[in-house]
């Protein structure tokens, strides 16, 4: 099996080494890396972490723990990570991604349906012994407490999230922003786009999703089949409005995203 690659090896250990979890040294921290920590109004031991609109434009260097940074909630009372979203990934073809002769050089790539809703991470709070679900950059968005109402019963398991990051995406006309789903066969819910385990920072390639999805009856992206990179590319050229597009997984753990028009 091909190694799984992050852009950060382990961010535990630089939260460890920089002492990031007292909070004032985090602030200074996020600041060199062009990101934002955002205290939450309703949970103010919580805080969210999520890279700045700055580096998106130019204006800042996207670092490894920038990248990292996208969702991250950390609670400071307890002084732990409580999740680990995927890392930021890029479109295929910007500076940022890996360039097209080295995703061609690997013999095997996922392509997984693109939603067109907005992320939500699932987290245990100790302090209010709750399930609180986030959108990645604000632990009081309106979407993000919407979805906790929607936490599917067979992930509402304590140890189960405290050892995994469960990255959902949430789909409801209540918060459509292109892609009408209702209009081509999706009901409301939280769909599972990512998993990554907490201590070790695995990234489930998407076959794994796919099992974690079956095991606790979860709704899951679906997944096509390409010959190769060329062919998935030449895919989204015509898809209809309806299909935003593709997130392609390579075996290295790469991730791309390609759109339609």
Same mark, same amino acid.
């Given at each position: 099996?091909?190694? !799984?690659?992050?852009?950060?090896?382990?961010?535990?250990?630089?939260?460890?080494?920089?002492?990031?979890?007292?909070?004032?040294?985090?602030?200074?921290?996020?600041?060199?890396?062009?990101?934002?920590?955002?205290?939450?109004?309703?949970?103010?031991?919580?805080?969210?972490?999520?890279?700045?609109?700055?580096?998106?434009?130019?204006?800042?260097?996207?670092?490894?723990?920038?990248?990292?940074?996208?969702?991250?909630?950390?609670?400071?009372?307890?002084? !732990?990570?409580?999740?680990?979203?995927?890392?930021?990934?890029?479109?295929?073809?910007?500076?940022?991604?890996?360039?097209?002769?080295?995703?061609?050089?690997?013999?095997?790539?996922?392509?997984?349906?693109?939603?067109?809703?907005?992320?939500?991470?699932?987290?245990?709070?100790?302090?209010?012994?709750?399930?609180?679900?986030?959108?990645?950059?604000?632990?009081?968005?309106?979407?993000?407490?919407?979805?906790?109402?929607?936490?599917?019963?067979?992930?509402?398991?304590?140890?189960?999230?405290?050892?995994?990051?469960?990255?959902?995406?949430?789909?409801?006309?209540?918060?459509?922003?292109?892609?009408?789903?209702?209009?081509?066969?999706?009901?409301?819910?939280?769909?599972?786009?990512?998993?990554?385990?907490?201590?070790?920072? !695995?990234?489930?390639?998407?076959?794994?999703?796919?099992?974690?999805?079956?095991?606790?009856?979860?709704?899951?992206?679906?997944?096509?089949?390409?010959?190769?990179?060329?062919?998935?590319?030449?895919?989204?050229?015509?898809?209809?409005?309806?299909?935003?597009?593709?997130?392609?997984?390579?075996?290295?753990?790469?991730?791309?995203?390609?759109?339609?028009?």
């Amino acid at each position: 099996e091909a190694p !799984k690659r992050t852009a950060l090896k382990n961010l535990n250990s630089v939260f460890i080494e920089h002492d990031l979890l007292d909070q004032h040294a985090l602030e200074l921290y996020a600041a060199r890396h062009t990101v934002r920590l955002r205290i939450s109004e309703r949970l103010p031991h919580l805080g969210i972490l999520h890279y700045a609109d700055d580096v998106v434009y130019g204006r800042g260097a996207w670092t490894d723990f920038t990248k990292a940074c996208r969702g991250v909630v950390v609670d400071f009372k307890t002084k !732990k990570l409580l999740s680990r979203p995927y890392d930021k990934f890029f479109n295929l073809g910007e500076p940022e991604a890996p360039s097209i002769k080295e995703l061609e050089a690997q013999k095997k790539f996922w392509a997984t349906e693109k939603l067109d809703g907005s992320m939500i991470i699932l987290c245990w709070d100790e302090t209010t012994n709750q399930f609180i679900t986030t959108t990645k950059g604000s632990l009081d968005s309106e979407q993000g407490v919407y979805a906790t109402s929607l936490i599917p019963s067979s992930v509402q398991d304590v140890t189960l999230v405290q050892t995994y990051t469960l990255q959902f995406e949430l789909i409801s006309s209540k918060y459509q922003i292109v892609v009408p789903y209702e209009k081509i066969g999706y009901t409301e819910g939280l769909y599972l786009i990512g998993v990554r385990h907490n201590a070790s920072e !695995k990234v489930f390639n998407p076959d794994e999703v796919q099992a974690f999805a079956k095991q606790y009856r979860l709704k899951v992206y679906k997944t096509s089949t390409f010959p190769s990179l060329d062919a998935a590319v030449d895919n989204v050229k015509g898809l209809p409005y309806t299909e935003e597009g593709f997130v392609l997984v390579f075996e290295d753990g790469s991730m791309v995203k390609i759109k339609g028009k």
